[in-house]
């Protein structure tokens, strides 16, 4: 019997969520480096490219026709507009990574979290990374140096509407302290990978347990 088949598993969809200036970045980098079979779902963005980004490893960065083109195509899993910025999830990467039970992780905002929830609630795993307190989140903002006052108050005053909508998540971390943020974020997407409903492979296992001869 070969076992490929056999050992099949079904990917999730991960979406990490948290207000800017948590942190949330370099958990969820950390967690695509370390496990091959985790994609990130680069999203097209409007938004200009901030110094160290790159075209096609933070965001594809295209211009507001191109991002209606791809709207009018159907491309995207979701979009949304972000203080003033649109930003997208293209569709074919996420499903080509799934069926090839591999699984894909979305950096995306609250909203595009409800949405591709409500796509494929079996297949979505929604995780809410808090910060200690906004004063550190104002810190963090402010340390980075890469958006205007105005921006950083527009954020701060977002961040109390999105962190009241914690329940709707299935898990919420703290990050106070990165290393503990990161393994509970690795426990659960090792948890959640190992799900018996996306373990494909454990009906015929067991069917051939079952045909053994004793
Ligand atoms: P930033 O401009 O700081 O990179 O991102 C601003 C916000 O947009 C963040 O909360 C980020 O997670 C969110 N975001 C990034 N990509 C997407 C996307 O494809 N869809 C949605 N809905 N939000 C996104």
Redesign the pocket.
């Known amino acids: 019997m070969s076992s490929e088949p056999a050992f099949k598993r079904r990917g999730l969809m991960l979406a990490v ?4 200036g948590v942190g ?2 370099s958990l969820t980098r950390r967690l695509i480096a370390d496990h091959p079979d985790l994609h990130l ?1 680069i ?3 409007t ?1 200009d490219p ?1 110094p160290g980004e790159h075209d096609g490893r ?2 594809h960065f295209v211009d507001r026709a191109s991002f209606q083109a791809m709207i009018d195509d159907d491309a ?1 899993l ?3 507009e ?2 003033g ?1 649109f ?3 293209p569709k074919k990467p996420i499903f080509d990574s799934l069926e090839r039970g591999e699984s894909v992780l ?8 409800e ?1 591709i929830r409500d796509h494929a609630p079996e297949d979505v795993v929604r995780v809410y990374v808090l910060p200690p307190s906004l004063a550190e989140m104002s810190r963090r903002l402010h340390a980075r140096s ?2 205007s006052e105005e921006v950083i108050h527009k954020r701060l005053g977002r961040a109390k509407d999105e962190v009241a909508q914690w329940s709707k998540f299935d898990y919420v971390i703290l990050n106070d302290d990165f290393d503990k943020a990161y393994a509970e974020l690795a426990h659960i997407y090792h948890a959640e990978r190992s799900r018996r409903s996306r373990s494909l492979w454990i009906e015929p296992f067991i069917q051939g347990l079952l045909d053994e001869e004793i």
């Open positions: 969520v948290s207000p800017s949330k970045t779902s999203s097209a963005t938004r901030r933070e965001y995207f979701e979009w949304a972000v203080y910025n930003y997208g999830s979305f950096d995306i905002d609250f909203q595009g979290s949405i890469q958006d």
